[in-house]
């Protein structure tokens, strides 16, 4: 609990318990923040909040009818103002531990939480991102990829009461351009790359870049910036920005630079260049996007402090990142690979890597989707790529949300031009038909949704049993029953 008085000057001396963005949540004893989203208007909606228990409001439109005893604050941005008193409401939560933000159109997920992994064996470092929600011993459910503004300072604040020193958060572009981590106090960012994805909501990738870059006008010219200038955009974003500037990369000079790079079929090896030292690393991630994303983990592991030869010791076993490039072994005489690639810059890379471990002579099937109302452009983006790598593609459910997805599966298949394909709706139904169908020597590639145990349906969040269960529970039943017929 926290005095009113103590988060506004000259505000009256009332006891705060909650702060409130949603008017339909019950808070007693709280600050209800009037936000504008996309749809809806918070100023539209205070007497609902003051029936759930908000005492004051805190708002930049004029106000036309006043309730009785109740506070009003007029403001001239309610998204800063809350970002500020959410900070102090929960503690100042990221300015007590080591705070490092990845954002990026892919590798996101991988480097925050492979950073978190590693990190926490040099001090306990939590994790919040697409995954989950990592600290200690808790591990929760996401949320969104970055939480809502008051959800962000909380998770850090029971992070800082848990122990926590460092923590990895996932920045998404909507995040940023919602300003969710406005008054999040970061020591690190760093830029993965950008391709074409959530062009529904930027309109452009210009504006998309916009957005990414916010994370960097965040932090100040004493704090680090993490870019891989082996991307067009992030070799722009490395010559504007006024941080400590640390690059990586593979083709282009770099700070922390791969050389030598040797991708095997269970592990990767390669020269590391950094700071005029060679170290040699060995490592059991594969395919080429995963050396650049393990360049991003040392580089942020390193400039915050950690010495090389720990890094590079406990990077030969990096703990796998559920269904991210994620094996699905159970005896079978075939790969199965469930990733959450989604992106076109996604399935070129992922297509890529099971071109080459596939033997000549045998195929490569995948089962995908897209997901609905969300970036429709890139749907026959996505079969085109499908199409020049695969021999039988199935297209099946993602997320639907209120389209059809038959309709939906139509439009990537637009993009196929040459491949066997067809279209199952029902997602479990669909891998089954894909793993009954490979033979030895097979890939099967299982995208988009990684382990995500959620599908987004007209009516909200549904259980989902996860492409990897999904996966395992099936081969378990394909190879009993091909023994069985043996």
């Not at 993965?192 to 960097?216: C, I, P, V, W």
């Not at 995908?368 to 429709?376: H, S």
């Not at 279209?423 to 669909?430: K, L, M, S």
């Amino acid at each position: 609990m926290i005095s009113l008085a103590s988060l506004f000057e000259g505000a009256k001396d009332l006891p705060i318990e909650n702060l409130m963005m949603d008017s339909r949540a019950v808070l007693p004893n709280a600050i209800f923040f009037c936000l504008k989203g996309l749809k809806n208007d918070g100023h539209q909606f205070i007497g609902q909040a003051v029936s759930n228990g908000a005492i004051c409001v805190v708002h930049s439109d004029p106000i036309e009818h006043y309730l009785e005893n109740i506070v009003y604050i007029k403001v001239d941005n309610v998204v800063d103002v809350l970002n500020k008193i959410a900070d102090i409401f929960y503690g100042k939560p990221s300015s007590k531990m080591c705070v490092i933000g990845v954002t990026g159109t892919n590798g996101k997920s991988t480097i925050a939480l492979t950073i978190k992994n590693i990190f926490d064996h040099y001090k306990p470092t939590g994790y919040i991102g697409t995954i989950s929600i990592e600290y200690g011993c808790n591990k929760t459910l996401p949320l969104l990829t970055t939480p809502e503004i008051t959800q962000i300072h909380e998770i850090l604040g029971k992070m800082v009461d848990c122990g926590m020193e460092a923590v990895t958060l996932e920045v998404s572009s909507q995040g940023l351009e919602q300003g969710r981590v406005n008054a999040v106090d970061f020591d690190t960012a760093i830029f993965t790359n950008l391709t074409h994805d959530h062009l529904d909501y930027h309109g452009t990738m210009e504006n998309y870049f916009l957005a990414k870059s916010r994370l960097f006008n965040l932090i100040g010219k004493d704090k680090t910036a993490i870019i891989n200038v082996d991307d067009p955009y992030g070799k722009r974003l490395a010559q504007s920005c006024e941080a400590k500037l640390v690059t990586y990369g593979i083709l282009n000079p770099a700070t922390y630079m791969a050389k030598n790079v040797q991708i095997l079929f269970d592990r990767t090896l390669f020269t590391l260049q950094c700071y005029d030292q060679s170290y040699p690393v060995e490592t059991n991630m594969v395919a080429m996007f995963n050396v650049y994303n393990l360049l991003a983990v040392i580089a942020a592991c390193h400039e915050n402090g950690m010495k090389m030869e720990e890094i590079l010791a406990f990077a030969k076993n990096i703990d796998a990142v559920d269904g991210r490039m994620e094996r699905i072994e159970e005896g079978q005489n075939f790969q199965v690979i469930v990733d959450y690639a989604h992106t076109p810059d996604g399935f070129e890379k992922i297509f890529k890597f099971a071109d080459d471990i596939t033997p000549k002579g045998n195929r490569i099937l995948a089962v995908f989707g897209a997901a609905g109302k969300r970036d429709t452009k890139k749907r026959p983006i996505l079969g085109e790529i499908a199409d020049r790598f695969c021999d039988m593609i199935i297209l099946t459910e993602e997320d639907p949300r209120n389209e059809i997805p038959h309709a939906i599966a139509e439009q990537i298949a637009k993009g196929i031009t040459k491949s066997n394909y067809s279209i199952v709706e029902d997602r479990y139904d669909a891998i089954r038909q894909a793993l009954e169908m490979a033979n030895a020597g097979d890939t099967v590639l299982i995208l988009a949704k990684g382990n995500e145990t959620y599908m987004y349906r007209e009516f909200g969040r549904e259980d989902w049993v996860g492409d990897h269960t999904a996966a395992r529970e099936i081969l378990r039943d394909v190879i009993l029953n091909k023994e069985e017929n043996l």
